[in-house]
């Protein structure tokens, strides 16, 4: 489908039933078959247009995720139509603590690991807002030129990365895992992907899931990005300085922003187990 066309078979509804929200979008069901990820007002139109592009060119490498539709507008505000793909996130099953945390940790690694070894040359770099967020990080200047250099020794790569990748990012259908929201896609160095991944699992949203499940799924995910990447690991724990930095320009929960502040205080580039 073009930008900006809605599909004939569902007209703008007259009430829009939100499913989700996010710091940068809500998420409406739209029609019987299709979702509306519609941005905040004064989101950037670029960055919507971006993301629109990185889906459909992630959906047409065949990674599981929901085809896009196209784009439209709402009472001035921007979305994209996804096709509808019913599930909890990973996240729900993680918090409700019925299904176990290491297969659940298994399918995480494994659709992530997929997405990693696809190749896209028209994705831009996967860190193309690391500086940018680094500069925005509420840290002295000496850290965010310590987390600058850090980030500049660092391989490119050429691999599709997610940027985002955490339980929130995955929808758990009765087919198979799948993999949302394509804001920070681009390509590049895997081990950024995984310290992405790792940082959010560790710090993000502490006390929602019980401490032991979440350690659990953690070392699980942890230990099976090790055997599939050997050697390559290591720069997991390179990157995590950086990656630490960026993450604190956008983080609102205070307990988070103090973990994070320990960790890059104390950070020596060695994997912290």
Same mark, same amino acid.
């Given at each position: 489908?073009?930008?900006?066309?809605?599909?004939?078979?569902?007209?703008? @509804?007259?009430v829009?039933?939100?499913?989700?929200?996010?710091?940068?979008?809500?998420?409406?069901? #739209?029609?019987?078959?299709?979702?509306?990820?519609?941005?905040?007002?004064?989101?950037?139109?670029?960055?919507?247009?971006?993301? +629109?592009?990185?889906?459909?060119?992630?959906?047409?490498?065949?990674?599981?995720?929901?085809?896009?539709?196209?784009?439209v507008?709402?009472? %001035?505000?921007?979305?994209? &139509?996804?096709?509808?793909?019913s599930?909890?996130?990973?996240?729900?099953? /993680?918090?409700?603590?019925?299904?176990?945390? %290491?297969?659940?940790?298994?399918?995480?690694?494994?659709?992530?690991?997929r997405? !990693?070894?696809?190749? !896209?040359? +028209?994705?831009?770099?996967?860190?193309?807002?690391?500086?940018?967020?680094? &500069?925005?990080?509420?840290? @002295?200047?000496?850290?965010?030129? =310590?987390?600058?250099?850090?980030?500049?020794?660092?391989? %490119?790569?050429?691999?599709?990365? !997610?940027?985002?990748?955490?339980? $929130?990012?995955? &929808? #758990?259908?009765?087919? =198979?895992?799948?993999?949302?929201?394509w /804001?920070?896609?681009?390509s590049?160095?895997?081990?950024?992907?995984?310290?992405?991944?790792? /940082?959010? $699992?560790?710090?993000? =949203?502490?006390?929602?899931?019980a401490?032991d499940?979440?350690? *659990?799924?953690?070392?699980?995910?942890?230990? $099976?990005?090790? *055997? +599939? #990447?050997?050697?390559?690991?290591?720069r997991?724990?390179? #990157?995590?300085?950086?990656?630490?930095?960026?993450?604190?320009?956008m983080? +609102?929960?205070?307990?988070e !922003?103090r973990?994070? &502040?320990? $960790?890059? *205080?104390s950070?020596?580039?060695?994997?912290? %187990?």
């Amino acid at each position: 489908m073009t930008s900006n066309t809605v599909p004939p078979s569902d007209s703008t @509804p007259r009430v829009l039933r939100k499913l989700a929200d996010s710091r940068s979008a809500e998420i409406y069901a #739209w029609g019987d078959h299709h979702v509306v990820k519609l941005f905040r007002l004064g989101f950037p139109r670029e960055a919507i247009d971006q993301e +629109a592009q990185n889906a459909a060119m992630i959906h047409a490498l065949g990674v599981p995720t929901p085809r896009p539709e196209g784009q439209v507008e709402l009472k %001035g505000r921007s979305g994209i &139509l996804f096709e509808r793909c019913s599930g909890p996130t990973l996240y729900e099953l /993680l918090q409700g603590g019925s299904a176990p945390a %290491g297969p659940l940790a298994t399918a995480f690694f494994e659709l992530q690991y997929r997405l !990693h070894q696809c190749r !896209h040359p +028209a994705l831009p770099a996967a860190t193309r807002t690391l500086e940018s967020a680094i &500069l925005r990080a509420r840290v @002295p200047d000496a850290v965010k030129q =310590r987390a600058l250099a850090a980030m500049q020794g660092m391989p %490119g790569g050429q691999a599709v990365c !997610h940027g985002d990748y955490h339980p $929130l990012n995955v &929808l #758990w259908t009765p087919a =198979r895992a799948m993999a949302l929201d394509w /804001l920070d896609a681009g390509s590049g160095d895997p081990q950024f992907d995984i310290a992405r991944s790792l /940082l959010y $699992l560790r710090y993000a =949203r502490a006390g929602r899931i019980a401490p032991d499940r979440r350690r *659990e799924f953690t070392s699980a995910y942890e230990s $099976l990005c090790r *055997e +599939a #990447w050997r050697d390559e690991f290591e720069r997991a724990a390179r #990157w995590r300085l950086p990656v630490a930095v960026a993450r604190l320009s956008m983080v +609102a929960d205070e307990a988070e !922003h103090r973990a994070l &502040l320990q $960790l890059i *205080e104390s950070d020596s580039g060695a994997p912290d %187990g």
